[in-house]
């Protein structure tokens, strides 16, 4: 499966993004898929999940309420949507997936296989 990102831009605070992921391959929609992010000198962290099984969702403290993950399987396609943006969101956002992605470790970065190039989301005061 590879994975293209798109979407990101400059917006100011307050404001909305979705963004999107269009997947290659013919397994898309048995795998359980996710967002990270990664601000300029900090780690990569979770953002959201949508989760194969059963199609529940999580998020991380930080964006719940606001964020909503999203996919289209017959386009192939996963989204995030974003709203009430606030500087601190600004970041490479990345897009995740993986068919085998186990409950426990759903935040966890080293649980997908496939990764997306990024891209970068900019929020100003």
């Known amino acids: 499966v590879q994975l293209q990102a798109s979407g990101g831009g400059l917006v100011q605070a307050g404001s909305s993004l979705r963004l999107s992921c269009v997947a290659s391959?013919?397994?898309?929609?048995?795998?359980?898929i996710a967002w990270f992010r990664q601000a300029p000198g900090q780690e990569r962290e979770f953002v959201a999940a949508l989760r194969y099984s059963g199609g529940y969702t999580y998020y991380s403290d930080s964006v719940k309420g606001r964020f909503t993950i999203s996919r289209d399987n017959a386009r192939n396609t996963m989204y995030l949507q974003m709203n009430s943006l606030t500087p601190e969101d600004t970041a490479v956002y990345y897009c995740?997936?993986?068919?085998?992605?186990?409950?426990?470790?759903?935040?966890?970065?080293?649980?997908?296989?496939?990764w997306g190039q990024g891209t970068l989301v900019t929020v100003s005061s």
């Open positions: 391959g013919r397994t898309f929609s048995r795998q359980s």
């Open positions: 995740a997936a993986d068919p085998s992605v186990i409950l426990s470790a759903i935040r966890e970065s080293r649980s997908y296989e496939y």
